[in-house]
């Protein structure tokens, strides 16, 4: 069964700094992989995905994730934050292309001035 | 940039009675999807949706829920007699037949 992890519902840095939401992912099959952003009041923004090309992935506002399959992660970041990164980030998995999305449960970023 | 819509954008309803959220997929979108978001809880899949029937549905979608694609344009999600459990986010997705779904802003219900 898919299940994804995110290590932290809560991050904070300062303005600037380096950003890193992890994902760690299980799947029985190759997966697809997503990193979605939540604005407050908001719906879901894909922000990038990991579809078996280059394991490199490079999303909008900066963001890029590298998928790992040896670690099963695909973990998120951005080197430098803004004040507008400040939003909930949700990776999810899917078995097949049009298959459900299964979720994590979210990770939190606030950055600071 | 074509966008998935959703109806209305809050609703409150009373325990016991029927609601049904509207949504408008991406227009040559095909495959379609709902899922659900308690406060403070992960996004959860409820059903997916493809060539007029169901393709996939989750252990929450049980016989109190029901999909619909009544037109060429909308796509409903009708709950027939609510609980204070299903008070929740309820997020709209459509997808092209690639990877990537996309999601509407949401209808967050309210059930008293």
């Known amino acids: 069964a898919q299940s994804v992890t995110q290590l932290g519902s809560h991050v904070s840095v300062s303005e600037g700094a380096l950003v890193l939401l992890r994902c760690n992912y299980s799947s029985s099959v190759p997966p697809y992989l997503f990193w979605y952003v939540q604005y407050p009041n908001q719906g879901l923004q894909l922000l990038l995905k990991?579809?078996?090309?280059?394991?490199l992935v490079k999303g909008i506002n900066g963001f890029e994730a590298e998928f790992k399959k040896s670690e099963t992660s695909f973990h998120l970041t951005k080197p430098s934050a803004h004040m507008s990164d400040a939003a909930e980030y949700f990776c999810?998995?899917?078995?097949?292309?049009?298959?459900?999305?299964?979720f994590g449960k979210g990770t939190k970023l606030s950055v600071k001035p | 940039e074509p966008e998935v819509t959703q109806t209305p954008s809050h609703q409150v309803t009373q325990m016991g009675q029927e609601v049904i959220l509207r949504c408008v997929p991406i227009s040559n979108h095909l495959y379609f999807y709902w899922y659900r978001q308690i406060l403070g809880q992960k996004v959860e899949f409820l059903v997916s949706?493809?060539?007029?029937?169901?393709?996939?549905k989750s252990e929450i979608f049980d016989d109190q829920f029901s999909v619909e694609r009544p037109d060429g344009s909308n796509f409903t999600l009708k709950i027939r007699s609510t609980k204070l459990e299903d008070s929740a986010m309820y997020f709209c997705?459509?997808?092209?037949?690639?990877?990537?779904?996309?999601f509407g802003p949401g209808t967050r219900l309210l059930v008293l």
């Open positions: 997705a459509s997808s092209g037949g690639e990877e990537t779904q996309y």
């Open positions: 990991y579809t078996s090309a280059a394991t």
């Open positions: 999810a998995v899917s078995e097949s292309r049009q298959g459900n999305l299964i």
């Open positions: 949706f493809y060539n007029n029937e169901i393709s996939e």
